[in-house]
């Protein structure tokens, strides 16, 4: 078993959770539906895992893979979930090329502090309805995945989970705000270029269209109100209720209670958005379920549990991966994160860049504390390392329809809304290969 947890072997059942959420979607649809097959794929795969790395002497590493990161993960999803399903924004608007490069533009801001996810399912209705009238209405949605579902993400570990699993590995809160001129620079862009588009296809919208456009106009109203409170309070709670502000959390004879305070707050602030929110608003307004939330937890318990092995294995043969340039990580990473789950694939970069020689000896030497200002070191790697890791995990999982989990849920709610999304290949081919790829090449060539 010990042979087994130090062998390549090891990363097989973890490539296997990974390939199973990318080709089960494709191949086999209704089947992978149901959240029980999901949970019996999970365990059938973490179990054995389990086994050997408890009798190869692991159990240590396991314990830490659980209830260090995926509870601590998935407390923090189930409350961005709960209380931005609290929040609804109803209404119609006049569909000018202005107004919904507006609604792009404060669904990217709004996506690093209310998670992607959060951002796109408060918005997304709102702007199929502004567009209701017009006749060309894919490349709005093709942006607001791009821009909301995926690169809006990128300032906080609340806007995309694999910077929140990156945090937990000692990259500061407040490190991610290094990111911004990546984020500028790649939001702004694709804006302009939406503008331009939409601005195009609105010229050749039929007038009619457009006058009724102009009559059918609807107040836009928010309700849910009270859940920014208790969004303010989690953003609060991530940010200072850690080792690094309250220091008696990280001592060895901390209580219970005490090292998981962050996570009991989170989870009581769930509880009150849940409880104070009218329940229309929640279950009718947004059609709130708890099938995604479910279907996170089943999924990522198999890969937390996989990905131990495989962890200790990138780890420790880093050095051998032949990895020397910020530009492989960036591009591995973003390859991954693309037809992968982004989450797992950022911490196995981030695994292989805190094996590598460099980071063994700063670590050796005392100098890696994961504050930022310090040492050029961010959670435990080379901070142009952590950078490139970070950006591509976030940017490129919009290259794919399974990229990230906001992509497909857009592209549902666009279809049942009579919007023709194109097909898996058929997103690639006309727009992320022509227009995201070549943006996400020239932040590496600027910035990385």
């Known amino acids: 078993m010990e042979q087994f947890v130090h062998s390549a072997w090891s990363i097989i059942p973890f490539g296997l959770m990974l390939l199973m959420i990318a080709v089960a979607p494709l191949v086999m649809e209704h089947w992978w539906e149901k959240n029980l097959n999901k949970l019996i794929v999970s365990l059938v795969l973490g179990i054995p895992v389990a086994v050997c790395l408890i009798m190869g002497g692991m159990s240590h590493e396991l314990m830490h893979q659980v209830f260090g990161d995926y509870v601590p993960f998935i407390i923090l999803l189930l409350a961005l979930f709960v209380i931005t399903g609290g929040i609804h924004l109803s209404g119609d608007i006049q569909a000018k090329p202005w107004i919904n490069t507006t609604f792009l533009g404060i669904g990217w801001i709004l996506a690093s502090f209310m998670g992607t996810t959060g951002a796109a399912m408060l918005l997304i209705r709102p ?26 993400g990128l300032l906080t570990p609340l806007g995309d989970p694999p910077l929140f699993m990156l945090f937990l590995r000692g990259a500061h809160f407040t490190w991610f705000l290094h990111l911004l001129p990546e984020w500028a620079f790649t939001g702004i862009l694709l804006l302009i270029i939406y503008f331009l588009l939409d601005t195009y ?13 102009v009559e059918q106009q609807e107040t836009l109203r928010l309700t849910g109100n009270i859940n920014f409170l208790y969004l303010l309070g989690v953003i609060a709670s991530v940010a200072f209720v850690n080792e690094g502000y309250i220091k008696a959390m990280g001592e060895p004879d901390a209580n219970l209670l005490l090292k998981n305070l962050r996570e009991i707050i989170l989870v009581v602030l769930t509880l009150l958005s849940y409880f104070t929110t009218n329940k229309q608003v929640r279950f009718e307004k947004n059609k709130f379920t708890w099938a995604p939330i479910i279907e996170v937890a089943v999924l990522f318990l198999g890969i937390f549990i996989t990905m131990t092995p495989a962890l200790a294995f990138l780890k420790a043969h880093a050095a051998d991966l032949g990895f020397t340039h910020t530009w492989q990580f960036y591009y591995s990473t973003g390859a991954l994160s693309a037809f992968l789950d982004n989450t797992p694939t950022a911490v196995a970069f981030h695994g292989v860049a805190s094996g590598l020689p460099e980071s063994l000896a700063a670590a050796q030497a005392g100098v890696v504390t994961g504050m930022l200002g310090e040492t050029s070191f961010v959670a435990g790697v080379p901070e142009i390392l952590l950078k490139a890791i970070s950006i591509a995990a976030v940017m490129f999982g919009s290259l794919t329809y399974i990229g990230n989990g906001p992509n497909f849920m857009v592209k549902a709610i666009a279809e049942e809304s009579h919007i023709k999304m194109p097909s898996f290949f058929g997103y690639m081919l006309r727009f992320s290969l022509i227009i995201l790829l070549p943006i996400y090449v020239l932040v590496q060539l600027i910035f990385l």
């Open 201 to 213: 296809y609105y010229s050749k919208e039929d007038k009619a269209a457009l006058a009724a456009d």
């Open 127 to 152: 702007v199929i309805s502004t567009n209701q009238q017009r006749k060309y209405t894919v490349h709005t949605i093709l942006f607001f995945i791009a821009l909301v579902a995926n690169c809006g």
